[in-house]
């Protein structure tokens, strides 16, 4: 994970709900930590990361906020950046009229992909993007600063797959002008591993496993990459042998009748923690055993359930702590 850190770029993504935006943020926290202005950002309208650092949401849509020294946040809507990189073209019409015109609408239809382009477009801007001079001098949040990793927050597997795509796809459709040139630019960065890094969360279940290992088969088949890491999100302590829960069980038999009910409720808790661990276990050893045959396997670390009534920041630098730790 170490070098994981190190490049300019990581891609969250994997299994709808598992957890990506919660590592995403994790990973921002430890980028921040190692002392690289570290940005995570997300797709869509979401503000997930202000909402999690107790920050008001930017000001206008697209900014940059700083949640804690060194980390920044952002929301990159895809729509957005397709009106903003066509109003380039455009000259002076307003992000307004062109959304609501016909050529918009045209281009959107006729360009499937453009949206998840651009989006990405902005994203390798954020990457390339220098320190200028009045950062180092200030070491502050400024819109103009560099940052020397952006964590992306991913939508799910297929989504994520098609976005990765795009450049390929459009790079076959438009051959020459602006766009041509910045797809060939973002296929070149998100196909070097020097430059940039896939990581799966999943949860240990079979849904999960098998849309990390078809993630796998797609970042190869369309990037000629593997995934770096895979984070199994969740997962649920060992805390009693078969013999225990054993043990538990024939004790609910023996229990004076008005606490009954309570030692079977908690009989159940503990097998159901039981059962799901030994599914997650299996599922963890099915993920190493049938991976990414030939290519090289990625890192597999675990995030253990937290059982608090909300996954506040606390809890975030908790996973951010146990994930430096696996390094
Ligand atoms: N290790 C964990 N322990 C307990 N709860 C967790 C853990 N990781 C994530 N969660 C909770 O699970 C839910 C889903 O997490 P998160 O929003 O990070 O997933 P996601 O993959 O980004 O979801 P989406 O696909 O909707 O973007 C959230 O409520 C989050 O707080
Ligand atoms: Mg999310």
Redesign the pocket.
Known sequence: MASLLQRKLIVVT????????????ALGLLGARSGRRTLVAELGD?H?LPDLFGRSHPSHPGAEIELEPGLWSTSIDPERALFEWLRTLGGRISTRMLAASSTFQYFAAAAPGAKELVSLVKVRELCERRHTDRDRRHDSANEDGGYDLVVL?A??TGHALAMLRSPRTFGAIVRAGPLAEQAQAVRAMLEDPAHSAYLA?AHGTEMAVSETLELEEGLRRQLDRDLDAVVV??TMPRRFTRQELDSVSSATGKTASDSAPLVEAAGQAARAVYERGRVQRTQIARLRRQRFAGGKPPVLLT??????P??DLT?VHE?AAGLERKL
């Open positions: 994997g299994k709808g709900g598992t957890g990506k935006t919660t590592v995403a943020s979401q997930r927050d939508p799910a969360v999100n969740g995030i253990p359930f937290l059982f608090t909300e996954l809890a996973i």
